[in-house]
């Protein structure tokens, strides 16, 4: 921490001395409105756009002397149609917004609008700016966060919206299943059968285990609490068994009405059963102490699919706090997900204080304003200008980190360290160059440059995918290689402190933009001493073959995206990549995201399976959670890769995906044509497909509230698909009857989410923020007719123009209403409610 304590303190030392000069004006009274006016304005493909910027203080805000910055995902033209400002390009995601000659005084209670044009169109409440702060000339290293931010709601119209109507239609099929018919263990076991008796739960049950289950037994304590009491019931027994021949994973689970018995070999498996025995448990049992809690009994044979079960959480663009992190272990411990896959790095923030480079998390882990990067990074994804934020600032010390291995490994949960490189690294880049400084300035020259992962003199001009401009670690320096030695010696000492299993690092791989080294001295210094390096392509290959080589001397495996296993080439002149043949006998683990369909890489994955990469499927298609659950307004989320609600992680066949995919990106129809010519999975390829992930990128992730919302209960559908068995719809030849087996198991799978799995995670860990879909609503005959995805939540509605609430009208039959205006909305058992949907009766 001395880096940061120092510059605060230099900062702290500065604001008092120029705060004489600086205008008596409070920049948290200036709010902000945004909004869209038009789309495909003033060109096919941009968007025309305004913020207005209102003074809700007693001061007057001066028309110069102040600069405004803030984020933007997406380009923004710097000359503003309504002429009072100028917006500057500055990194990354940072702009600039400038008052011009025309911008006059904003007195107290005064507006002023800026319109301005954003090179892409809108579609959804991510596309627009956010985090504004305000800097004073006079006082250039200080940022001041404005007040409150809000944004106006825009109605679309483009190809692919969601309207109330369509989601009506998708609903309309989901039947109420009664719940005595639904399965009661969660996901989906192997075997599966109900006796129609009941066991009782209550303060006399017992517990016994195996001692080689002794630890297991621990996992009780999470079940639903009883009251003490008198009670009639005879004393009934839990036992956790040794069995042979069970497997690593695989377990029974046999509930009579005297005893529970759950069998496995290992303790894995005995954890497995555990959680199955609590999903068995009725929900209701978790909202309130009861004296007994009856549990139907059930026998049930049970193992997973996949043996690597994995969610990715990236912590590095916005910070998640470790009690958020061992919360989300026990939603993915319910639900048997078996490896957490930490982005523990990227351009915005380095997240693991490391002993020996602590100036990674002493200027990599702090965001405020800055425009040099030297005492901390930028503000980036509207975390603002004041460093004292709970997202852009944030790390997990060693204390913190070994505490979440341990509790993960008690859940039975591998944890995955990523640190990515060599792109995505803007915050090693700035913090070793800090140290840098800061020895240069002691006069230990050579100790200043050991760490090093750029070079001043290299002035190759790229720009990554995200605007990045200087965010790509230099892998011709000798000392890159010092510190990622370092970085792996500083990871593998916490896990060993932990006690925690580590076979592999992830060192990422993905997003090197063209035209990177090119100007690099330490390059052409290699290219000159290598004949093998004749292009910065081969840097490529010398890297990770180094990186390899480095973890393999721990006895690690080497874990990184796809390109990472790719070797660039060409056919008929045109660019393209194949599977790298010199990694393969190394037995690289390669997480694939990019299916992206239309790209021309849906068969990547495959590709590398078949040639005998070691695969897991990390389909942006169907297994991004940061993506926008579909094509609305109100929906947040990035839409790059798809739109991706529920049924796509539940849809998804992963040794086969093509055929379950029916829209393109854009949520328009599929033209299947682009499948021609791929790459299926052959058996051998199967035999190399190790498991799938599911991952949550941090750009749109400014809370835990948020994270919750985009996670569950997509996480659910995913978890059916990384435990359950091959579905028979999946493995139907016959396309009629393929679509009426899915149809079928959706509806199932959706009332034993609504009336089973929701209502737990309403209560569990102090409940989670799942997303509750919005109500699909038509017009028909003059009545309002709506519906909901999940059978179980209570659809409320209004006449009077205003949002429903819990104490609103409960819909269970159409509505007539003469009035203009009717609005619905859907609530868990809890009262959280959905976004509202509206339709007017004209």
């Given at each position: 921490m001395r880096l940061f304590l120092v510059a605060m303190m230099i900062c702290l030392v500065f604001t008092q001395a120029?705060?004489?000069?600086?205008?008596?004006?409070?920049?948290?009274?200036?709010?902000?409105?945004?909004?869209?006016?038009?789309?495909?304005?003033?060109?096919?493909?941009?968007?025309?756009?305004?913020?207005?910027?209102?003074?809700?203080?007693?001061?007057?805000?001066?028309?110069?002397?102040?600069?405004?910055?803030?984020?933007?995902?997406?380009?923004?033209?710097?000359?503003?149609?309504?002429?009072?400002?100028?917006?500057?390009?500055?990194?990354?995601?940072?702009?600039?917004?400038?008052?011009?000659?025309?911008?006059?005084?904003?007195?107290?209670?005064?507006?002023?609008?800026?319109?301005?044009?954003?090179?892409?169109?809108?579609?959804?409440?991510?596309?627009?700016?956010?985090?504004?702060?305000?800097?004073?000339?006079?006082?250039?290293?200080?940022?001041?966060?404005?007040?409150?931010?809000?944004?106006?709601?825009?109605?679309?119209?483009?190809?692919?919206?969601?309207?109330?109507?369509?989601?009506?239609?998708?609903?309309?099929?989901?039947?109420?299943?009664?719940?005595?018919?639904?399965?009661?263990?969660?996901?989906?076991?192997?075997?599966?059968?109900?006796?129609?008796?009941?066991?009782?739960?209550?303060?006399?049950?017992?517990?016994?285990?195996?001692?080689?289950f002794e630890k297991e037994l621990k996992n009780f304590n999470h079940i639903p609490g009883i009251t003490e009491g008198k009670t009639s019931d005879p004393a009934t027994i839990i036992n956790i068994n040794y069995k042979p021949g069970l497997g690593d994973e695989g377990y029974e689970l046999s509930v009579k009405p005297d005893a529970v018995t759950i069998s496995a070999t290992n303790p894995a498996g005995a954890f497995y059963g555990i959680q199955s025995f609590k999903t068995l448990i009725p929900p209701s049992a978790y909202s309130h102490l009861e004296r007994k809690i009856e549990i139907p009994c059930v026998e049930v044979k049970d193992e997973p699919r996949f043996a690597y079960r994995a969610f990715m959480l990236d912590v590095g663009r916005n910070f998640q706090p470790k009690a958020e992190v061992e919360k989300l272990l026990d939603v993915m411990a319910l639900y048997k997900l078996n490896v957490l896959h930490m982005h523990l790095t990227e351009d915005e923030g380095w997240r693991l204080a490391l002993p020996s480079l602590p100036e990674l998390t002493e200027v990599g882990a702090h965001r405020g304003h800055t425009l040099d990067s030297k005492n901390h990074l930028p503000a980036s994804h509207g975390s603002g200008g004041d460093v004292n934020n709970t997202t852009g600032t944030g790390y997990y010390t060693r204390a913190d980190y070994i505490e979440i291995l341990k509790y993960a490994n008690n859940l039975h949960i591998t944890v995955v360290p990523e640190i990515e490189s060599p792109g995505h690294a803007r915050a090693a880049i700035k913090a070793m160059n800090a140290r840098y400084d800061r020895l240069m300035a002691e006069g230990k020259k050579d100790e200043?440059?050991?760490?090093?992962?750029?070079?001043?003199?290299?002035?190759?001009?790229?720009?990554?995918?995200?605007?990045?401009?200087?965010?790509?670690?230099?892998?011709?320096?000798?000392?890159?290689?010092?510190?990622?030695?370092?970085?792996?010696?500083?990871?593998?000492?916490?896990?060993?402190?932990?006690?925690?299993?580590?076979?592999?690092?992830?060192?990422?791989?993905?997003?090197?933009?063209?035209?990177?080294?090119?100007?690099?001295?330490?390059?052409?210094?290699?290219?000159?001493?290598?004949?093998?390096?004749?292009?910065?392509?081969?840097?490529?290959?010398?890297?990770?073959?180094?990186?390899?080589?480095?973890?393999?001397?721990?006895?690690?495996?080497?874990?990184?995206?796809?390109?990472?296993?790719?070797?660039?080439?060409?056919?008929?002149?045109?660019?393209?990549?194949?599977?790298?043949?010199?990694?393969?006998?190394?037995?690289?683990?390669?997480?694939?995201?990019?299916?992206?369909?239309?790209?021309?890489?849906?068969?990547?994955?495959?590709k590398l399976a078949n040639a005998g990469y070691k695969v897991v499927l990390t389909c942006v298609t169907n297994l991004y959670f940061d993506m926008a659950h579909y094509k609305s307004f109100d929906e947040p989320g990035y839409y790059w890769g798809a739109f991706s609600d529920i049924d796509k992680p539940f849809s998804f066949i992963p040794y086969d995906y093509f055929k379950n995919s029916k829209v393109d990106r854009n949520g328009l129809p599929l033209n299947r044509n682009i499948f021609i010519g791929k790459q299926r999975l052959t058996d051998y390829g199967k035999s190399n497909i190790i498991g799938i992930q599911s991952a949550v990128w941090g750009e749109n992730i400014k809370s835990t509230q948020r994270l919750e919302y985009m996670l569950l209960p997509r996480l659910l559908g995913f978890a059916e698909r990384a435990w359950a068995k091959d579905p028979d719809w999946a493995t139907e030849k016959d396309p009629a009857k393929s679509d009426a087996l899915y149809d079928q198991a959706w509806v199932n799978f959706l009332n034993v989410l609504?009336?089973?799995?929701?209502?737990?995670?309403?209560?569990?860990?102090?409940?989670?923020?799942?997303?509750?879909?919005?109500?699909?609503?038509?017009?028909?005959?003059?009545?309002?007719?709506?519906?909901?995805?999940?059978?179980?939540?209570?659809?409320?509605?209004?006449?009077?123009?205003?949002?429903?609430?819990?104490?609103?009208?409960?819909y269970n039959n159409p509505v007539t209403n003469e009035k203009s205006i009717v609005k619905f909305k859907a609530f868990d058992n809890k009262g959280r409610g959905s976004n509202v949907t509206e339709l007017v009766n004209q």
């Open positions: 120029s705060a004489q000069n600086a205008p008596k004006f409070n920049a948290h009274d200036l709010s902000v409105n945004w909004e869209v006016i038009q789309n495909d304005k003033p060109a096919n493909g941009q968007s025309l756009n305004a913020v207005t910027i209102t003074n809700n203080g007693k001061s007057t805000l001066p028309a110069s002397g102040w600069k405004m910055y803030f984020n933007s995902a997406r380009l923004v033209q710097q000359t503003t149609p309504t002429g009072n400002a100028k917006i500057d390009f500055v990194n990354g995601d940072l702009f600039s917004l400038t008052p011009t000659s025309t911008f006059t005084d904003l007195k107290p209670g005064a507006s002023v609008r800026i319109e301005f044009v954003d090179e892409d169109l809108v579609v959804n409440v991510t596309d627009g700016p956010e985090g504004f702060y305000l800097v004073w000339d006079n006082q250039p290293d200080k940022g001041y966060n404005l007040g409150e931010f809000a944004h106006k709601d825009f109605k679309p119209n483009y190809p692919g919206l969601i309207t109330p109507e369509i989601i009506y239609n998708q609903n309309k099929n989901i039947t109420d299943v009664p719940e005595a018919q639904l399965t009661k263990v969660f996901p989906t076991p192997v075997n599966y059968k109900e006796t129609g008796e009941k066991f009782n739960y209550t303060s006399k049950t017992q517990f016994k285990a195996d001692p080689k200043a440059s050991r760490y090093l992962l750029s070079d001043p003199n290299d002035k190759s001009d790229y720009s990554s995918n995200q605007y990045w401009k200087d965010n790509i670690i230099d892998v011709s320096l000798p000392s890159t290689y010092n510190f990622v030695e370092t970085v792996i010696g500083d990871i593998v000492s916490i896990y060993k402190e932990a006690g925690a299993p580590l076979n592999t690092i992830n060192f990422g791989g993905d997003e090197v933009p063209a035209h990177v080294w090119e100007k690099s001295p330490a390059y052409l210094t290699l290219k000159a001493n290598h004949p093998e390096i004749q292009s910065t392509s081969d840097l490529w290959y010398y890297f990770y073959g180094r990186v390899n080589q480095l973890v393999k001397t721990k006895g690690l495996v080497l874990s990184g995206w796809e390109e990472m296993a790719l070797r660039r080439t060409t056919l008929d002149g045109n660019p393209v990549y194949i599977p790298n043949p010199d990694f393969m006998p190394e037995h690289l683990q390669t997480e694939v995201w990019n299916n992206t369909l239309g790209d021309g890489n849906e068969d990547l994955a495959y609504g009336k089973r799995e929701l209502p737990r995670l309403d209560y569990i860990d102090g409940g989670f923020g799942y997303r509750i879909p919005k109500p699909g609503v038509i017009l028909q005959n003059g009545k309002y007719l709506a519906n909901e995805q999940f059978p179980g939540l209570t659809i409320r509605y209004t006449t009077n123009g205003k949002d429903p609430d819990t104490k609103s009208s409960i």
